[in-house]
């Protein structure tokens, strides 16, 4: 760990995977005097926090149980925090964004569904009163995957038609799934559930997960081979900043060759709902 001006204190609300690694970025790059990861599990949270103090060779990292459902609690968990990231279920960030105003704490998240951070934006004049930032849809896709697009376009004097093929894959998959989750269960299924917005003819165009018509199977080589990419979630608000200097843009996800019929049958059972 380098030595660094050390003043912001931070918090990370979910101690899975991505807010386990979220904390270790921000004492490693992040100037943080302090980083609290909350968890509904005590001792998940306490265990990521031992684990990020010892990959960094610090002390920075502690830990505390929250529901973050709760309201009150979240706002007492906030107030002390100049920033906050949220590493939970997409379902919450539109309460933990109002929260975070209400308390003046600069808020990001994963994000993952664009109903939900098309709500949150509509909070923007509040964040600017209450002087905080907000910086919704930060995962892999959307968020990192959103920067790259954007990236490439540009690089080019007239950017017109922009593909992301998004994977997030297992080098070494493990049937019957061949793939691994590494974020919350709840964003896989709703990015499957929905549609996506594509763009053609420089028009926005609603289109469904699974759609037959947008199937196809795409060979990168060795050592992944060949690969199905389908359309579904990932784009999020790209179609609304990015669409309309392009003619078309689109976004699939790469999976192992029957994902996509495994997947279709489990929502064609109803087993994407949280109704039984």
Request: charged share 20%; net charge negative; glycine share 10%.
């Amino acid at each position: 760990m380098t030595n660094t001006t050390r003043s912001y204190r931070y918090g990370v609300l979910g101690a899975g995977r991505q807010g386990t690694a979220a904390a270790f970025d921000l004492i490693t790059r992040g100037e943080a005097a302090s980083v609290v990861l909350a968890d509904l599990d005590a001792g998940r949270a306490w265990a990521a926090a031992a684990r990020v103090n010892e990959l960094t060779g610090s002390n920075l990292a502690s830990a505390v149980a929250l529901d973050a459902g709760n309201g009150p609690a979240v706002a007492r968990f906030l107030e002390p925090l100049d920033s906050a990231i949220g590493a939970i279920s997409y379902k919450l960030n539109f309460a933990l964004t109002e929260r975070a105003i209400s308390t003046r704490t600069n808020w990001c998240d994963l994000g993952g569904n664009t109903d939900v951070v098309m709500a949150q934006l509509s909070l923007d004049s509040r964040a600017r009163e209450a002087g905080v930032s907000v910086v919704p849809d930060c995962g892999e896709a959307p968020g990192l995957a959103s920067n790259l697009m954007a990236y490439a376009m540009s690089l080019l004097d007239e950017p017109r038609d922009l593909v992301l093929l998004d994977g997030g894959l297992p080098l070494h998959p493990t049937p019957p799934w061949n793939y691994q989750v590494t974020f919350a269960m709840d964003g896989l299924t709703n990015e499957y559930a929905g549609g996506t917005v594509y763009v053609r003819d420089g028009q926005r165009v609603d289109v469904s997960t699974f759609d037959p018509a947008e199937y196809e199977l795409v060979d990168l080589g060795e050592p992944v081979g060949r690969l199905e990419a389908f359309a579904a979630g990932g784009g999020s608000t790209t179609p609304w900043t990015l669409g309309p200097r392009l003619r078309s843009m689109k976004n699939k996800v790469l999976r192992y060759p029957g994902h996509v019929d495994q997947w279709r049958a489990f929502q064609h059972a109803g087993l994407f709902s949280e109704e039984p």
